[in-house]
């Protein structure tokens, strides 16, 4: 399985603006912050969708998003949760990006993908780990996993174009499913 070391430096600075941001995000209720580190997940595989590069960035998103968690059971939830979004999210883009422009399906996928990584995450800690967090699943996923896939589906409007654009003029490919 080769790699191409420009794409795996390119891919850890998204892992690492997205560490940052995740770090510096308020906990909003019992917490729990918005995943603002998804959104650099999904530009990584948007713009490199290929497994191999899926398969690191999940897992390294998934460890740097359990060690900078403040909820109770985010870690062992992070972990979970993050690999089979990764997935989950390629596999959209490989089932959609024949049928529509990427500038069109990234903040809709993006959407989709934060609600699949919050329902995984919410699951997880609730019904698998029992943590108690004083609100149930529905109230949890309108309070934190909606604005999180908002300020993520603007997050991918905005820079996912300019991203394309940068690439197309790089020496770094951008690498078809």
């Given at each position: 399985m080769k790699m191409d070391t420009r794409v795996l430096i390119l891919l850890s600075l998204f892992i690492?603006?997205?560490?940052?941001?995740?770090?510096?995000?308020?906990g909003v209720l019992?917490?729990?912050?918005?995943?603002?580190?998804?959104?650099m997940m999904f530009l990584g595989i948007l713009l490199f969708p290929r497994?191999?590069?899926?398969?690191?960035l999940a897992v390294a998103t998934g460890l740097l998003t359990a060690l900078t968690t403040t909820m109770p059971g985010g870690q062992i939830s992070n972990i979970i949760d993050k690999?089979?979004?990764?997935f989950a999210f390629f596999g959209l883009y490989v089932l959609f990006s024949k049928m529509t422009k990427n500038a069109v399906l990234a903040p809709i996928m993006t959407a989709l993908g934060t609600m699949i990584s919050g329902a995984i995450f919410l699951s997880v800690a609730l019904f698998i780990l029992g943590v108690e967090?004083?609100?149930?699943?529905?109230?949890?996923?309108?309070?934190?996993?909606?604005?999180?896939t908002i300020a993520n589906s603007i997050i991918i409007l905005v820079v996912?174009?300019?991203?394309?654009?940068?690439?197309?003029?790089?020496t770094i490919s951008l690498q078809k499913a």
């Open positions: 690492g603006i997205g560490t940052v941001l995740h770090l510096v995000m308020p019992f917490g729990m912050k918005p995943d603002l580190q998804l959104a497994a191999k590069y899926v398969l690191v690999p089979i979004t990764a967090l004083g609100a149930g699943f529905g109230a949890l996923f309108a309070t934190v996993v909606i604005p999180a996912y174009p300019i991203l394309q654009a940068i690439m197309k003029r790089s």
